[in-house]
Each structure stands twice: as structure tokens, then as C-alpha cells.
């Protein structure tokens, strides 16, 4: 078990703008934006103690859904790479990294570079994939995908606990390969894993040190965290480092359409809404913010640091 955050903490992280321009969340303003305005949101976040930076990970995306995906989608550790030299203090999150994409000691190199490279802030966030239509481009079953994810962990995990390692399993065979550079954190860099159905439950209880679900609205929240904890005290596993995804958020009252799930109001109104997460069990929080230009959204962020960050610690 890796553990990260201190008790009674609570990591706040974000995913970057700009690296991955889904329609489902892309502001107007990233599409015009390129590497400049992504390094300051980095340093911003870096600067006012956010947790974690997150990037995500698809590499091809078909043209059936180019209108909902877009097809803007910066390569995950080349990105985190870019950061991480910008950057002193906010850790460094694969969120998520498809495993099941490429061997599992390509990923343990580049995980094991990053953590090297940035000084120990590595966080391997992992997850199945969902777009088959990548899976077949590549030559791997999708409807396999889960099974290889597992092999996946478990050869990255030795890989970076261990410098020489071989391993025989059903999709992955190799004898005495070593992995170099080492990762500066110890016994390895944290792997957390994503999803919420049942299966992906069950891999974050056996094979994972946290949990990245997609956001679920409360209630299922509630309910998921009662199941893995059963699940890990099953397993016999120590504490995980439990997380969500929270509503989009606005600090103060936009003048502009902001949404009817977006949460507004002031910084101590947010906290105490953000709050309710903590007490459900999450040690970490993922966070976004509405806006419509980059100063907008350093703005908010400045503001959710200096109003609500103090406010969540257990």
C-alpha cells in the first residue's frame, strides 16, 4: 500500500484545460490556447497548493466521435513531463492512463522517468479505455481489456518495485529485464486506479493504493465507497485513498450562464458543500471551474486556494 496524503488532509487536484478538449467540457478560449496558457494554469495551481495536475490519455480518436470527443488530445507523459519541469511542489497524475494500450514496462519506464525527472510527484492513474475503435487500431481485444488491465498493475507494479523482474502471464512473457531509471518514491510511485461499475470496484480493492471514480452524483458516491471499503477489508488491504470528481464550480455570482448543476455562491458556502464529500470518506477532490479566459480561471483558482483549500482538512 502507497499512501500519499497525510491523515486528515484532503488533496485537491485538477485536470489541466487545454491537453484535452472534449466537447462534454472545453471552454471556447482553450481552443485558440497551446502551450503558454497551459504552463501558467501548471504554475498556478503549483503556487496556491493544489494536490495534483491531471492529463488525460487517449491517442487516436475515429471520426464517429470527433463531435462529442473533439480530437484534441496531448500525450500524457510527454505533457506531465512539460509540467513537472515547471513545476516544484504539485504532484504529477495519469488521469487515466489506458493501460491496456501499451506494454506495461513501457509504462512503468515512463511513470519511473517522470517520478525521477520531477523529483518523486508521480501518480500512475489508471484505467480500461472505453473507444474500441482505438483498441482495434492498436491489435488489442477490447472486450478483453479489463483482463489485460489487471495483468497490466501487476507487471507495473513489480517493474517498479523491483529493478530486474520477469514475469509469465497470459498476455505479457519476458525473463530478467531490468526498468531504469528507479522512481525516486518508495516502494513505487502511487497507483490509483478509475471506473465505477462493480468490476473496477474490485480491481481498485485488490490491485489499487486509491480511487479515481468519474463523478456520480452523491448519493451513488455514498453507496460505492460502502461497497469497496467492504471490499478491501475483504481483501484484507489497508485504508485506500479514496477520491471524486465534484461538480463544476463557480466562486461569487457569474454574470453569465453558468450552468444549473454548476455550484456557486461564496468560497465558504462551496466549502461547507465540498465538505459533505470529505465526511462521505474522500481523502482527495478533483476540481473544475466555469470560465471564459485563462485570467478567469487563475482567478478562480486564486480565489477557491485562498477561501475553500483551508476549509477541507478533516
Not at 104 to 128: C, E, F, H, Y
Request: contains cysteine; glycine residues 10%.
Amino acid at each position: 500500500m502507497v499512501r500519499i496524503i497525510p491523515d486528515g488532509q484532503v488533496g485537491v487536484g485538477m485536470q489541466l484545460p487545454i491537453q484535452s478538449q472534449s466537447s462534454l467540457y472545453v471552454e471556447a478560449w482553450e481552443k485558440q490556447a497551446g502551450p503558454v496558457e497551459l504552463l501558467e494554469v501548471a504554475k498556478t495551481a503549483d503556487r496556491i497548493g493544489f494536490f495534483y495536475v491531471g492529463v488525460c490519455d487517449h491517442v487516436a480518436i475515429p471520426r464517429s466521435l470527433a463531435d462529442a470527443m473533439g480530437t484534441v488530445w496531448y500525450d500524457t507523459m510527454a505533457t506531465l513531463g512539460f509540467i513537472a519541469a515547471a513545476t516544484e511542489h504539485t504532484r504529477l497524475l495519469t488521469h487515466v492512463s489506458v493501460l491496456p494500450y501499451r506494454h506495461p514496462l513501457m509504462t512503468a519506464n515512463a511513470i519511473a522517468t517522470l517520478d525521477k525527472l520531477s523529483g518523486g510527484r508521480a501518480i500512475l492513474g489508471v484505467g480500461a479505455g472505453h473507444v474500441e475503435a482505438e483498441f482495434d487500431a492498436f491489435g488489442v481485444p477490447f472486450a478483453e481489456r479489463g483482463k489485460i488491465l489487471d495483468e497490466c498493475i501487476d507487471v507495473i507494479d513489480l517493474a517498479l518495485r523491483e529493478q530486474y523482474t520477469s514475469w509469465h502471464g497470459k498476455y505479457f512473457n519476458y525473463d530478467d529485464l531490468a526498468v531504469d531509471p528507479r522512481p525516486v518514491q518508495t516502494p513505487r510511485p502511487p497507483i490509483w486506479v478509475g471506473g465505477w461499475k462493480t468490476p473496477a470496484l474490485r480491481r481498485v480493492a485488490e490491485r489499487g493504493d486509491g480511487w479515481l471514480p468519474q463523478g456520480g452524483g452523491r448519493d451513488n458516491m455514498r453507496a460505492a465507497i460502502a461497497e469497496i471499503t467492504a471490499m478491501r477489508e475483504a481483501a484484507g488491504g489497508e485504508a485506500l485513498e479514496l477520491g471524486t470528481l465534484t461538480e463544476v464550480m463557480y466562486l461569487g455570482e457569474p454574470d453569465f450562464d453558468a450552468g444549473d448543476r454548476t455550484l456557486t455562491g461564496s468560497a465558504d458556502s462551496i466549502a461547507e458543500s465540498l465538505r459533505e464529500y470529505v465526511d462521505m470518506g474522500c481523502s482527495h477532490l478533483q476540481v473544475r471551474f466555469r470560465n471564459r479566459s485563462l485570467s478567469e480561471l487563475t482567478d478562480q483558482m486564486e480565489a477557491f486556494g485562498a477561501g475553500v483549500l483551508p476549509h477541507l482538512a478533516s
